[in-house]
């Protein structure tokens, strides 16, 4: 049932170009320049009405939220925030009728997101869902939502959800932002085209299988890692690191680049890898600044440069390439590499890759 692939988590990784594609299929119609999603149609007041979108979620999925509040602000220019939603049911939250609850979560069972949930609802707040596993407690217990079709993601590391998530929450940022009349035509189209193209590129960025391999078996005994990246790639980083962490129980941590000064640039040394984000379309120049810190500090580099690029290329120690595309895409092509380097690490230093120890794949307790 693994298809031919040795772990579960590697097949869900090679899914994510069919599992994006069956995300979108019925929703993004690109050639009739229009977005169809019935939980957000027959809502449209409610979010155009809203003063913020609050987003709830745990580890990957609260990550993809992160990734949703560059979109959502960038693209709908509707005020997000991202909370962990343990930490928000306990906070006494400020949440209106105005207020627009979107939880996150590829189960649909989390506690801590379901008891979230109830709160806003509570406090009169519309909230919709977007989960992966249909007629789940979330699913179940929202207003109104989208599914993620990632199909069943049986490894405990999330990997396709992730980027249907990002996928998800991509056509609502963009549906909202054609409401709003904030996008032009073109620009809206521009983007369509290339979210439909976007399983192609994730294909593409798969190729660099057998690269990450001999990357990961340079770093495989590694006891502590960086992942750097800002802007859009900023959640990605911390989703790489919080990947690596999981299943091969190295140490590691995800910061936005530009904040390593302010401390963790004194862990650097020649034992430590970085793992860079660095795309042409994301504060490029001040990533690669960034990375010239490292090195100064003897610091061994691994960037994800966009295809061609040829600056990091000369200052990194290794480069892993992926498709050019538009900056808010650029997530869901950056976050493969970062995916396979954590599986061929865990199963280079013999870990358990789809069921890692201490973890489930469905936390139903808080
Ligand atoms: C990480 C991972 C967990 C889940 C988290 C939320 O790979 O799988 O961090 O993302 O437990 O789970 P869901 O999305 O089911 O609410």
């Not at 599992?19 to 169809?36: C, F, P, S």
């Not at 939250?93 to 609850?101: A, E, M, Q, R, S």
């Amino acid at each position: 049932e693994k298809g031919g692939y040795d772990h579960f988590m590697l097949k869900e990784i090679y899914e994510q170009p069919r599992a994006i594609k069956d995300t979108y299929r019925g929703r993004l119609l690109a050639d009739q320049g229009l977005i169809r999603m019935a939980g957000i149609d027959l809502n449209m007041e409610k979010f155009l009405n809203a003063n913020r979108i609050i987003i709830v979620a745990c580890g990957t999925s609260w990550h993809a939220g992160l990734v949703a509040e560059y979109i959502f602000e960038d693209l709908a220019r509707i005020p997000v925030e991202v909370e962990y939603a343990s930490e928000f049911r306990y906070r006494n939250p400020v949440i209106t009728d105005k207020d627009v609850l979107i939880a996150i979560s590829q189960s649909g069972e989390t506690a801590d997101t379901l008891a979230a949930i109830k709160l806003a609802k509570e406090k009169g707040a519309f909230v919709f869902g977007v989960c992966n596993v249909v007629g789940s407690s979330i699913a179940r217990e929202t207003d109104a939502g989208a599914y993620t079709h990632a199909g069943p993601e049986i490894g405990v590391a999330s990997t396709k959800a992730f980027t249907t998530q990002i996928t998800v929450l991509t056509l609502i940022a963009l549906k909202l932002a054609k409401a709003k009349g904030v996008f032009s035509e073109s620009k809206y189209h521009e983007y369509l085209t290339e979210l439909e193209n976007i399983p192609n590129k994730v294909e593409k960025s798969l190729q660099s299988n057998a690269l990450i391999e001999i990357i990961a078996d340079v770093y495989k005994d590694s006891t502590n890692c960086l992942y750097l990246g800002r802007g859009y790639n900023f959640p990605v980083a911390l989703e790489g690191a919080l990947k690596l962490k999981e299943i091969s129980y190295i140490h590691a941590e995800g910061y936005p680049a530009a904040e390593m000064k302010h401390g963790p640039i004194a862990l650097i040394d020649e034992h430590m890898p970085v793992f860079v984000i660095a795309t042409k379309k994301g504060h490029y120049e001040k990533v690669v600044s960034n990375i010239q810190e490292i090195k100064s500090r003897k610091g061994k580099i691994i960037a994800i440069v966009t295809e061609g690029d040829e600056q990091v290329r000369d200052l990194a120690d290794h480069v892993i390439e992926v498709p050019e595309t538009l900056e808010s895409l650029t997530p869901l092509l950056t976050t493969i590499p970062l995916q396979l380097l954590s599986y061929h690490i865990a199963v280079m230093r013999g870990c358990n890759v789809d069921q890692p120890r201490n973890l489930a794949k469905s936390v139903t307790v808080e």
